[in-house]
């Protein structure tokens, strides 16, 4: 079966459905007796609601309610996570942060909803509050042991100050990334409904066990007593990892109301509701001998939060990972202000921290007059640099060396070089990510007609995980794709774990393949004969009717065990810049990616995703930010006509991505260690340096945009 199963470039199974139309997502889902929900935002970043006038919005034609904190019923304690904070929405009457929302119009109609909803009349007593800090150190603090802790947020290995007092070799030096929204094409949307003390939501999510564990802490409910539906999630990216504001309050709507609720985002109410990738300020400090060896890193990064609570984005994460050094210290901190929580963002932990040690590194390169990959294979990490484990596998040597020949790279001039009134500048910079993984459980029926269907609760946020079941269950059965059929998106099926952290292919994958050999192994002990692996249809359909079965369910999981092995995936990433200097402008000219990153199920998936990240990281590089006015604690310019993004004539057709022949089995029995995350990381730096290339100055704050360059 090699054109169907794992490893073939198998075309999107679910592909027709969305590009006609027939994929639903929450937004689209009806419901008997629907009411629109359109939340009203808070004005200020801090303060208080004093009054709220909604007799003007209850008097428009088809709005049934206005519900505010005053006659909303008191929820209970969440847990945190899923919910992305401990403060719930509406129950009370302070405001944390511009857009926090203070109450929310039902109506019969949208359109009503809408124009009732800018009629509410709210007297605010504002309060003083701490403004989106700039990007220096200033009021940075220890994070909170509540939170979002998932590492220590100090930690040391070997003696760093002795090694920077002897080291005849430093650098260091601040490097910045702005706070960045998600902007996904679809917006976060939720339809609630209520029935005999039972809640069925159809949500726009990443994680729909993780909304249901939410919604049993709200409303003291049993599991059993919450289904969410997330068949088509859209884009999420981070931003529908957790449960929001928006999804309680259509729970809370839906119950008071005593109909069906739906409230969908706003592209600005993605802003201020949704969460984004808050700024990061990172400091790193290296030490070398004149050979180029590292003898420590030092490595302090400091993130936006908010008030309350303290969101922690792991960057230092990519220094205690990275390159060999007897000796690392890393410091997490953060930098608190009345703004909404951040959350994590394609890519997180490694992939933000990535940016400034990568970009360190090169630095380093230059100081001492070496190749950026020599200086990374004199500093290779045969073992995890910080824990002295074994790693699962790794094939970075390899990444450097293909990606190096592919790109030209030893041929580097030393000069840039002019095309027409373009400077040429070319620049590298690792890749690499953790492998995270969650458990997960999936079902195979086998029907007697010789199909098969796969049903687990996964979500499927658009990279493709039907395909990839698909291909799971025809390789162990022996089927056709036409003769398969997923069933996904919906907490009555299999728990699965969440949609992000590239776990989904590892976990979900893992055990559809164990549920397809488990209904194989039932079928081949009830027919008493030899079915032989991968048997067919047909032969499928001869064992079923020789135990005159209808259906045989099979059933399999993925548990994650500890493991004496490093976890991670690595890459290189190698770009070629044009630079006119007399408009400041950039473009990216052509990039070379080689990734070691475990199995690929499906090669055709695996490079869409890896150009994908390429443009992310482009985007993030060049063109990003999500800024707020000072004055006023707002984001400014909350839609897409006020962000810059990548456009078709930004990026060109030379973009050569391939991938290290792999299979790492510790990480799972897939093979694969996902790769939704890595094509992110990396790629600023290496813009960076080839803008140093070409012309000579270093650029440690991003985006990297003409006022920065002219």
Request: net charge negative.
């Amino acid at each position: 079966m090699s054109g169907v199963g794992s490893g073939a470039p198998l075309s999107r199974q679910d592909g027709f459905a969305k590009v006609t139309g027939a994929a639903r997502y929450a937004a689209d889902h009806p419901a008997e007796g629907l009411l629109y929900g359109v939340l009203v935002g808070g004005p200020v970043p801090a303060g208080r609601v004093r009054a709220i006038d909604a007799d003007a919005a209850l008097a428009v034609r088809g709005v049934t309610h206005v519900l505010t904190h005053a006659n909303v019923p008191k929820l209970g304690v969440p847990p945190v996570p899923p919910a992305f904070s401990a403060r719930v929405p509406m129950q009370d009457d302070e405001i944390h942060y511009e857009g926090e929302p203070i109450a929310a119009v039902l109506a019969q109609a949208l359109e009503a909803a809408e124009h009732a909803a800018s009629l509410v009349r709210a007297g605010i007593e504002a309060a003083p509050f701490t403004a989106h800090p700039g990007g220096d150190r200033a009021g940075a603090v220890v994070p909170r042991e509540s939170g979002y802790l998932s590492y220590e947020t100090d930690a040391e290995h070997g003696d760093v100050e002795r090694a920077f007092a002897g080291a005849p070799v430093r650098h260091s030096a601040m490097y910045v990334q702005p706070s960045r929204h998600h902007n996904p094409m679809e917006p976060s949307a939720t339809l609630a409904e209520w029935h005999d003390g039972t809640l069925t939501m159809v949500d726009a999510t990443q994680w729909s066990y993780g909304v249901r564990m939410v919604m049993c802490g709200l409303f003291d409910l049993a599991p059993e007593q919450v289904r969410v539906r997330s068949p088509h999630t859209g884009g999420g990216f981070g931003c529908k990892g957790l449960v929001y504001p928006h999804q309680i309050i259509a729970a809370v709507a839906a119950r008071v109301s005593g109909h069906p609720v739906r409230i969908a985002l706003t592209r600005a109410q993605m802003y201020s509701i949704a969460p984004y990738q808050p700024q990061l300020v990172q400091t790193v400090s290296l030490a070398a001998s004149d050979d180029g060896r590292l003898t420590a890193i030092d490595h302090e990064s400091i993130n936006v939060t908010s008030v309350d609570e303290d969101f922690v984005e792991y960057a230092t994460l990519a220094s205690r990972t990275t390159y060999a050094a007897p000796a690392i210290r890393v410091r997490q901190r953060v930098q608190r202000a009345d703004a909404n929580l951040g959350t994590a963002m394609r890519a997180p932990l490694e992939g933000a921290g990535l940016w400034a040690l990568g970009s360190a590194m090169n630095e380093l390169a230059a100081q001492l007059q070496t190749d950026p990959i020599d200086l990374r294979l004199a500093n290779y990490a045969d073992v995890h640099p910080f824990t002295g484990q074994p790693w699962s596998s790794k094939k970075l040597r390899e990444c450097y060396e293909e990606g190096a020949r592919a790109f030209g790279w030893r041929r580097r001039p030393n000069a840039p070089e002019r095309d027409g009134s373009w400077l040429v500048g070319q620049g590298m910079a690792d890749c690499a990510m953790g492998t995270i993984r969650f458990g997960s459980s999936a079902q195979v029926r086998l029907r007697a007609d010789g199909r098969a269907v796969i049903q687990s609760g996964t979500q499927d946020i658009g990279t493709g995980i039907v395909t990839v079941l698909t291909q799971v269950a025809c390789e162990v059965l022996g089927l056709k794709p036409a003769q398969v059929s997923c069933e996904i998106g919906d907490t009555a099926l299999p728990e699965a774990g969440p949609t992000f952290g590239s776990s989904s292919t590892m976990g979900v994958g893992a055990a559809a393949m164990a549920a397809a050999k488990d209904a194989l192994k039932q079928l081949r002990d009830r027919s008493g004969h030899t079915v032989r692996e991968a048997p067919g249809a047909e032969a499928i359909t001869a064992a079923m009717a020789a135990v005159g079965a209808q259906e045989v369910v099979g059933a399999g999981s993925f548990t994650p065990q500890e493991s004496e092995y490093a976890l991670h995936t690595f890459g290189a990433i190698f770009v070629e810049i044009g630079f006119d200097p007399e408009l400041g402008v950039l473009r990216l000219r052509r990039a070379v990616g080689r990734y070691s990153v475990g199995r690929i199920v499906n090669p055709r998936m695996a490079r869409a995703q890896i150009l994908g990240g390429i443009v992310w990281g482009w985007s993030k590089a060049t063109m990003e930010a999500s800024r707020q006015d000072e004055r006023l604690g707002r984001w400014l310019s909350k839609n897409l006509a006020g962000v810059a993004l990548p456009v078709n004539a930004d990026i060109p057709s030379d973009l050569d991505v391939a991938f290290i022949d792999e299979v790492d089995e510790h990480a799972s029995p897939i093979g694969g260690k996902g790769i939704g995350e890595i094509a992110a990381t990396g790629v600023d730096a290496a813009v960076a340096d080839a803008v140093f290339h070409a012309t000579g100055r270093r650029i440690r704050d991003l985006p990297i945009t003409p006022d920065k360059l002219v």
